[in-house]
């Protein structure tokens, strides 16, 4: 029976391809560790089982009076032949769990190996299974994915990577960007139950997987022609890319976005109808600003490189679209530049721009050439005149004058009245 066993045993090694002599070491430290508590064994057992036979001897551990060391523990021990008549029938249970978990930390070992240089790869999966913690997603045969999103007031140790609103049934086919692999030798465990999930974790909501979808839409972006330069995502409702060109004849932003929006369309199926907007990035810090803000209009930026806080002026019809639903346009800008952003109307502005002496140069076209060269007077009754201003002036023909003589010259405040 027991040369049956090692026979079984040896035959298993080869089909798994594990080392025959640590299966066997731990299988004798597994025994061990068993007959101590079944015997009630003071200080424990020792288990070998014959290479050529496979019987198994246990022996009980009896510790000699003049072994123990500074620390009261005993460093030798005598053993003692105390070998029961099944031993067979135990020794199959032990075998059988320690297969199991060899085979299972063989596998693990092996896809962390091959996925661990792989973080932030994007993965296209089936939906195997969805529970209301976390969605099993099969990468391929015997490759799975774990993609959490757990309630972070009941567990806040742990992750949430499915945008709000979304959910996925049986066989859905899924892309997603893996963020972790988890080493199955590490002591620790972060969170619980995490050598019994899948190894690799994936995310919907991480700004890389906006990256790599327009990777695979975008060939010049692939290619390397054009670059994403920052990204900021509020998951499942709204997105910004920032992107530039290393060709100056390639405008990046066309090329994103595709002949009729095709290939932005494409992505924004993809991430289930979040809307997703590309705007061109510049190295001019109030050029970005301005940009960043899209699709409101910009009149003025005012940038302090100290403190790194902009000023951003806007037409007072482009206020709320400039600021977004709760904020929302305005703080993504601010992420996706790395600025804080202050936004003003012109009414509310008027004031403070009257504080700023005239720059030496015309400022810089932000959004609008016609925008950027108007008049900067405004009237009483906060209205500001329609002309285009004088060249290397801020006033047109008739402001310019008034702005030289003084306050003593009554104008209508009509903007129609000077055109």
């Known amino acids: ?58 022996y009980k551990l009896i510790p000699k009076d003049d072994s123990m060391d500074e620390e009261g523990n005993y460093t030798e021990f005598d053993e003692v032949d105390v070998t029961p008549t099944d031993t067979s029938r135990i020794a199959a249970q032990h075998a059988k769990a320690e297969i199991n978990a060899i085979v299972r930390n063989a596998a693990r070992e092996q896809i962390y190996e091959e996925f661990s240089a792989r973080v932030g790869d994007i993965i296209t999966g089936t939906v195997l299974q969805s529970t209301p913690d976390f969605t099993i997603v099969k990468i391929r045969e015997g490759v799975e994915a774990e993609l959490p999103h757990f309630d972070r007031k009941r567990h806040p140790e742990e992750r949430n990577e499915r945008p709000a609103g979304e959910r996925y049934s049986h066989n859905q086919r899924i892309k997603a960007v893996i963020i972790d692999v988890r080493d199955p030798n590490a002591t620790v465990q972060p969170v619980r139950g995490e050598h019994s999930r899948p190894s690799i974790v994936v995310s919907r909501t991480h700004p890389e997987l906006l990256r790599r ?161 108007r008049c900067e007077y405004v009237g009483a009754n906060g209205v500001r005149c329609r002309n285009m201003a004088r060249p290397n002036s801020r006033y047109c023909g008739v402001h310019e004058a008034i702005a030289l003589a003084g306050d003593d010259v009554e104008v209508s405040d009509d903007p129609d009245s000077l055109i």
């Open 1 to 58: 029976m027991a040369s049956e066993m090692m026979e079984a045993l040896m035959m298993l090694c080869q089909e798994k391809h594990i080392d025959e002599l640590y299966l066997l070491d731990r299988l004798e430290q597994s025994l061990a560790a068993s007959y101590a508590n079944v015997m009630h064994l003071d200080f424990g057992a020792k288990v070998t089982i014959d290479r050529t036979t496979g019987k198994i001897y246990v």
């Open 213 to 373: 979808l327009f990777e695979l839409e975008v060939p010049e972006i692939y290619d390397g022609v054009v670059e994403v330069r920052s990204i900021a995502r509020e998951a499942g409702v709204r997105s910004k890319v920032a992107v530039s060109s290393l060709d100056d004849r390639l405008d990046p932003v066309g090329a994103c976005v595709g002949p009729k929006g095709s290939r932005v369309r494409t992505v924004v199926g993809e991430l289930r109808g979040e809307r997703v907007d590309v705007v061109l990035w510049s190295d001019d810090p109030a050029r970005c600003v301005a940009n960043a803000l899209s699709p409101a209009k910009v009149s003025r930026v005012l940038f302090d490189e100290d403190t790194n806080y902009a000023t951003v002026i806007v037409p007072d019809d482009q206020l709320s679209l400039a600021i977004g639903k709760e904020g929302q346009n305005a703080r993504l800008a601010a992420r996706l530049t790395g600025m804080h952003i202050d936004i003003k109307n012109e009414s509310l502005a008027a004031g403070m721009l009257e504080g700023i002496s005239a720059p030496s140069a015309e400022p810089e076209d932000l959004i609008d050439v016609d925008e950027a060269h």
